[in-house]
């Protein structure tokens, strides 16, 4: 029965990486896998929304390659239906003649698999963690392992190594978004929507100075487990960078270099709900970043593949310059 399951399972995913890559338009092109007919026209309409962002870019998705971990089965109703939950890692290789880009995501899914006679197939596919629209009540989904708090530690090391303050090095930050783009450092907490959680981690590991311990300001305790509002609200992460001294506003996506962040207003109400930072480019000069919710690695930046993606999208960029406490 197990076996099954799991066969079932990697069906799937071959056929839906399959459906990436290829050029046929055919909306029966899934026909064969093994999924229901409703969430099997959701399925091709993410096909049809993966390949057009590709082509938008200038690239062509040449290969989709996908490992899958099944994390836990359970078995229901007389073993008639499975819940299953699963870890995919996918790396999405585009090429446009002669560059090539790699892009990485983490998935995590939470399946229901209904048996018809010898048969699975797949009902529903629910994307744990998929929250790139940050809400007002973005909540702590996994609390941090019990740590002493890093908050002067960390500082005096600095100090001991530099003989100063470090100040931000965007060269340091792009190493730990590369460093925890997969996966969470169990010394913060996860948060429903964790892009501004996870790029306050990368500033901070970069160098840049906790402000005053208040409700305004940009600060987190491990020791006590908490974190101000601005570590974890993309908009309000936003107005605290901004309200430091030399951070800039960029105007165009051409003039951000690594380290760079990009903020998402997906609504165009001026209020930022998700945020990404810049760690590499692909052949054209357009950033790719690294973020978390979905967790992605070099993804390029105008999320045009995203569900929630828009025409009223605005992109806001900031640029902290090296040495910035």
Not at 7 to 25: I, Y
Not at 46 to 71: F, I, N, P, Y
Not at 167 to 180: E, I
């Amino acid at each position: 029965m197990v076996e099954a399951i799991l066969h079932a399972v990697q069906t799937w995913f071959a056929a839906r990486n399959q459906a990436w890559v290829s050029l046929d338009k055919d909306s029966n092109l899934l026909r064969n896998a093994p999924v229901a007919t409703e969430l099997g026209r959701k399925a091709w309409q993410e096909v049809r929304r993966m390949r057009s962002a590709t082509l938008h870019d200038g690239m062509r998705l040449a290969r989709a390659h996908t490992c899958v971990a099944v994390l836990d089965v359970q078995f229901k109703e007389n073993r008639r239906l499975a819940k299953v939950l699963a870890n995919e890692l996918v790396y999405l290789t585009k090429v446009s003649t002669p560059a090539m880009t790699v892009e990485a995501r983490q998935l995590e899914h939470e399946m229901t698999w209904q048996r018809n006679h010898q048969h699975w197939q797949l009902k529903e596919d629910h994307l744990l963690g998929l929250q790139e629209d940050c809400k007002m009540n973005n909540r702590i989904i996994k609390p941090a392992v019990h740590c002493v708090s890093m908050r002067d530690d960390i500082v005096n090391i600095r100090q001991w190594y530099t003989g100063k303050q470090m100040g931000y090095s965007r060269l340091l930050a792009v190493r730990y978004a590369d460093l925890w783009w997969q996966k969470q450092n169990p010394l913060y907490a996860q948060y429903e929507n964790d892009s501004a959680n996870y790029v306050s981690q990368c500033l901070f590991a970069a160098g840049l100075g906790m402000s005053e311990k208040n409700s305004h300001g940009w600060w987190m305790d491990t020791a006590r487990q908490e974190y101000a509002p601005a570590w974890t609200m993309p908009h309000l992460l936003y107005h605290s960078l901004l309200s430091r001294k030399n951070v800039i506003r960029l105007e165009k996506s051409r003039q951000c270099i690594v380290g760079d962040l990009v903020f998402y207003d997906w609504h165009g109400n001026h209020r930022p709900s998700h945020v990404a930072i810049v760690t590499d480019f692909d052949h054209q000069g357009r950033p790719l970043v690294n973020s978390h919710s979905m967790h992605v690695q070099y993804r390029p930046y105008r999320y045009l593949d995203s569900p929630i993606y828009s025409d009223r999208v605005q992109y806001l960029f900031l640029r902290i310059p090296d040495g910035t406490v």
